[in-house]
């Protein structure tokens, strides 16, 4: 492989255009966390140790590749791993094939 790349390989189960597991997007991950903070301007950080930025690829792919229907949407805790939650807020994530653009 040549100098500056990196390859990966990955098999995530499409589960149903309605429905998805998430064991698949954890396998072989030791300690995954990450979390979402909105910042005062209207901004959104993210913060995520290695194995967190896996799981999050994983599964943003597995909701890219996996064929979900229009409108499917799952909702998340803004922390996720170890350590203490960040309250009742949370990431909605929902598919969408034609947006609609408010700009």
């Not at 390859?7 to 149903?16: M, N, Q, R, S």
């Not at 255009?17 to 950080?45: A, I, Q």
């Amino acid at each position: 492989m040549p100098p500056g790349l990196i390859k990966v390989e990955l098999e995530l189960t499409a589960d149903t255009p309605n429905s998805m597991h998430f064991r698949d997007t954890y396998e072989g991950l030791k300690d995954p966390w990450y979390r979402f903070e909105v910042t005062p301007e209207g901004g959104v950080d993210l913060w995520a140790n290695p194995d967190g930025f896996e799981h999050l690829a994983r599964f943003f792919l597995k909701m890219a590749r996996s064929g979900k229907a229009d409108g499917y949407h799952s909702h998340h805790t803004l922390e996720s791993g170890q350590g203490p939650s960040t309250g009742e807020a949370e990431l909605t994530i929902t598919v969408v094939h034609e947006p609609t653009r408010t700009t």
